[in-house]
């Protein structure tokens, strides 16, 4: 078991298991040291999803706890691209999230502080990155939020 397997484990975290693409791209693509990871949904261990829209029957609490889903699709996604080999993730460079909200809705920042949030908590100083927060009038599967990364790993 690894240190992160160890540090998801004390937070009480499942990683689910990483998914097929939903079209024509695939989970990952590593260009030299930059490892892209596709965008990530709201998907837990068990099948669970958080869909709709914040502002129209989904509060913030629910948006971070989806952006929280998404950001640990990614670390599973991270997990197979290294081969488990997490020593080998230098950090996370930048998160781009994307929030299904209301016209009205402005608290994209707070939702996806749930998945930047899991980066620090999971590889602390390797885990504060850039990012975006973004309002959708719709995304894939009518998810909560829909939130991509920028990894350096080592070659």
């Given at each position: 078991m690894s240190d992160i397997d160890t540090i998801l484990e004390q937070?009480?975290?499942t990683?689910?298991?990483?998914?097929?693409?939903l079209g024509a791209y695939v989970p990952f693509v590593q260009s030299g040291n930059l490892l892209m990871i596709?965008?990530?949904?709201?998907?837990?261990?068990?099948?669970a999803t958080v869909t709709g829209r914040l502002g129209d029957g989904l509060e913030i609490e629910d948006g971070t706890r989806a952006a929280q889903m998404a950001g640990l699709n990614i670390i599973a996604q991270i997990k197979a691209a290294l081969n488990g080999d997490f020593d080998r993730l230098v950090r996370i460079v930048r998160l781009n999230g994307f929030v299904n909200a209301t016209a009205d809705f402005t608290h994209h920042p707070a939702v996806i502080n749930g998945a930047s949030?899991?980066?620090?908590?999971?590889?602390?100083?390797?885990?504060?990155?850039s990012r975006i927060a973004v309002g959708v009038a719709s995304l894939?599967?009518?998810?909560?939020?829909?939130?991509?990364?920028v990894i350096e790993v080592s070659l």
């Open positions: 937070h009480g975290l990683l689910p298991a990483t998914k097929a693409p596709s965008g990530q949904g709201p998907v837990g261990a068990s099948g949030e899991l980066m620090h908590d999971v590889f602390g100083e390797r885990g504060v990155h894939p599967m009518n998810w909560a939020v829909e939130i991509d990364a």
